[in-house]
């Protein structure tokens, strides 16, 4: 303990999971550090689900101007896209909401110093910082906690790393909207992300490894699938990228279905968690894949360090990092609280928006359950026949 008999926490990270471990932490009496190499606020609302939830947003606005089952009594019309000014848009928002949910709470907390560097472990009680305006500064504490999230991960694809790819947080940021765009990924951020351009006016190609979400029940990939081809997306499956070559500003993919061109090549296979830097190894504390190992009080392998959020090795949705963050701090204060995520739910906000809770039918059968399963589809839902959307 510190001298004044004050729990002091180190926190890593201001994300979803560092910023809900700090300020619970606070509550609990501790004495908080708080430590950022970068931009306040971490993924979600930087370029993450907010960014992201905007540019959707415009696109679904866009596509209901362009065609809605209403066309014979409402005058439709192709809408023109500004997209510079549709990103001063976001932007602005992103600010805001970066300001009000992170970096003022922040700044008027009296219990949080907030440090500005990059943190390695010297040891289980000690971090060096080097801090960002230069120098470096020891922090002792009694617990850590470690929250610095992922990044866009890289596939080894041979000639990718050479060239101007876009990744999820790039594409976010794009001043422009790409006549021709080659997305390689199914899963849930790739497929917000092909739907949203599309409808902007991209010609979009979405080359999957095996099927749209694959890790999912089949039914939902099936489903999705229909609506992209139905709004002119092409789906390629069983598709993987041999090579990536940039010339004369276009893309060229070497793959399996042929060679594709594009002026726009978005990788979105998956998430990297951002741990090589904090000398982990150095503390004992175990990584699988770079990604931290936590039990069910997100403790680490090391007594007193916990970690929730990205950087770990559970589902990555900013909820998970919450409600992990928060708990992890009341077991940080000496309490005793676990994250049960047997009934996590899941979401995608393409249009249909797709949602999900517990296990699949798959998992279910693998556990041993016996299943029954339903089928509902939207013809029979009034409420869908009247909005002549089914």
Not at 158 to 175: D, F, M, Q, R, V
Not at 198 to 203: E, K, N, V
Not at 225 to 230: I, L
Not at 276 to 294: D, K, P, R
């Amino acid at each position: 303990m510190s001298d004044n008999k004050t729990l002091h926490i180190a926190v890593i990270g201001s994300g979803g999971a560092a910023m809900a471990a700090a300020l619970k932490a606070a509550e609990r009496g501790a004495r908080v550090t708080l430590i950022e190499r970068g931009t306040i606020g971490g993924t979600c609302v930087n370029v993450g689900c907010v960014p992201s939830k905007i540019m959707i947003r415009a696109a679904h606005i866009a596509h209901m101007r362009k065609e809605s089952p209403f066309d014979e009594g409402l005058s439709a019309r192709v809408p023109v896209v500004d997209r510079a000014k549709l990103l001063q848009q976001q932007q602005e928002r992103v600010e805001e909401l970066r300001d009000a949910k992170y970096a003022s709470i922040l700044r008027d907390h009296t219990a949080i110093t907030v440090l500005n560097g990059e943190a390695r472990f010297v040891d289980a009680h000690h971090l060096m910082v080097r801090l960002n305006e230069g120098g470096e500064q020891t922090v002792s504490f009694d617990r850590a906690f470690i929250g610095t999230g992922a990044r866009p991960a890289e596939p080894e694809i041979p000639g990718l790393a050479e060239t101007p790819y876009l990744t999820s947080t790039s594409s976010l940021a794009l001043a422009t909207i790409p006549q021709r765009l080659i997305v390689i990924g199914a899963g849930f951020v790739a497929l917000e992300l092909v739907q949203a351009f599309a409808r902007l006016g991209s010609q979009v190609t979405v080359l999957a490894r095996s099927s749209l979400l694959s890790g999912g029940d089949p039914t939902i990939g099936e489903a999705i699938e229909a609506v992209f081809k139905r709004e002119g997306i092409e789906v390629l499956k069983q598709t993987q990228a041999s090579r990536v070559d940039y010339t004369n500003n276009e893309f060229i993919i070497g793959t399996n279905a042929g060679t594709l061109r594009a002026d726009q090549l978005l990788v979105a296979t998956g998430r990297t968690p951002n741990t090589e830097a904090l000398n982990l190894e150095g503390t004992g504390v175990e990584t699988s894949h770079g990604a931290i190992q936590v039990d069910e009080q997100l403790q680490t392998t090391v007594s007193g360090i916990y970690a929730a959020g990205d950087c770990t090795d559970q589902p990555q949705f900013v909820y998970v990092a919450a409600a992990g963050g928060s708990r992890a701090a009341v077991n940080m204060a000496g309490g005793n609280a676990t994250l049960d995520l047997s009934a996590m739910p899941a979401v995608m906000f393409t249009d249909p928006q797709v949602a999900t809770v517990g296990l699949t039918e798959a998992e279910a059968i693998k556990r041993g359950f016996t299943v029954e399963t339903r089928v509902l589809d939207l013809e029979n839902v009034p409420r869908a026949l009247v909005n002549f959307d089914t």
